[in-house]
């Protein structure tokens, strides 16, 4: 072979060449072939590429951001070792490395499917109630009554209309 | 503690199958889902664990689709209990290896089944055996949007439904059918079917083995990609992916008749003849046996009501069902000698094979 293949794992001449097609788009990667066995290439039960994708599609070059995540305390490394996130939270805070790799892994980056209306619309009411009542504390720590009342008004009309979605599921 | 299962008489996958249902023999789906606010199962500690176990639980023995289900904890079944229910595609390996607070609901028909902190904290699959992709949506997405209501689902307008791993985003569904394909195989086309469909980013597996050859000639096809596409996309490009597959099956096998009758013959003919008589069996070789049987049905030389036999054999031929059966720890030669006592009986019933029907076909 013309070129010396590095492993894109670690950094060991890399013997097992793979080539898929995902999205219509050829996706190459060369492994050693301790992480070929380690990744379970060599095992076509468990091994698909697009999962492989997620742990060598982004090897550092210049350095990548290392991210904590504040709810779970997932590390930028312990995402690059096992390709999983560690919670909900996780996908706020690892944004700039999951985004990259959903172009190839997926059929588009955002989600057009169904939405979890009555659990979607109880949270973001219940995260909306919450900066109100803060905003009214605040309000009334200053004075100002005016925008107290703005707000007092706005978290009961989101208490009503929780309510009555209750009452109907 | 899996007795009540394995007994059952009504059970979707051995007692369930369609009638002229010649290359699907199952359809799956599953849906993926988290908690807002606790960890993904495998970054949580026990008692997250036990507290998702706990608030899923309960939301789940409500629902009306659980009605006289069952629960098993995954720390008190055995290792054998465990491959059975493997077998019987009611809980995944990986929650076998999980750690102590997880488990399984089964409904009581075994169409439904939802493990608790697999990789996900939920896991929810429906099964329904012939080709019915649109059914099985409509009761899976039922049962989802009924859980939804009591508990707090991970999501995200731009992601979807959240997932511990990625390749799971958005639609956090995996849509699949088991195809039973002798007619590609032996006609050494399903290399190229498999290239095909991977460019489609559609998967295809052996249920019973590797690669191309897989034993049994039965296949697992699934989706491979979640997010970017509505449910009702991803089925509709796997209904017709799938349609195609079926066509190109039935095409190969007549071809084969065609060309190939006598040889085609013989192997069904010698098939059903170890099938009567063998004394020993492997489980390779039972599957492969088994397939011929399921091939002579669709060619009409054997009765079409015994269909359900031939998909139910297939489960109960395999490793942990026929040690399950024989109650004690036995060795693999001893399951090779009870599988083939069990075909012996089973074939035994059937009646003999009607060669003249499959020369009207050709």
Redesign the interface.
Known sequence: MAENLKCSHCSNPATVHLT?????KIIKVDLCESCAQAKGVTD??GF?L??LL?KTHLTPEGGEPQITCT????TTADFRR???????AC?TSFIPL?RP??ED????????????E???S??TSAAQLQDLEEALQRAISEEAYEDAAKYRDQIQAIKEAVDAEAVQ? | MIESLIKADNAELTQGTKKGSPVVLSTRVRLAR?L?????P??ANSAQRSDVMTRCAEQIADLTQMKHGAFFDIAELTDLEKQVLVERHLISRELCESKSGSGVFINKDQTCSVMINE?DHLRIQFLKTGFSLRSVWKQI?RF??GL??G?????????????????N???A?RASVMMHLPGLVISEHMDKVIRAV??L?I?V?GLFG??SDATGHVFQISN????????G??MSRLGSVFKTIIDHEINARFKYLEENSARLLDQIGRGFGILQNAHVLNSNEAMNLLSLMRLAVDFEMLPEANRSDIDRLFIECQPGHIQYAAGEGIEPDARDLCRADTLREEFARLPALDFDKVKNLG
């Open positions: 898929q097609i995902v999205n219509n076509p039960e698909s697009a999962d997620s709810a779970c305390g997932l096992t390709g999983r996130l560690g919670c909900a996908y999951v790799v959903l892994m997926h059929a588009g980056t955002v989600h057009k499917g169904k939405v979890p009555v659990a979607y109880r949270q599921s | 988290n807002v606010g606790t960890p993904f495998e970054r990789e997405d989802d949007s939804e209501t508990l707090d689902v991970a999501f995200s307008p731009e992601f979807g439904y959240l997932t511990a791993c990625p390749t985003l958005g639609t569904l991977n460019q980013g998967t597996r590797e690669g491979q990609q979640t997010l970017g596409e509505s449910e996309e991803i």
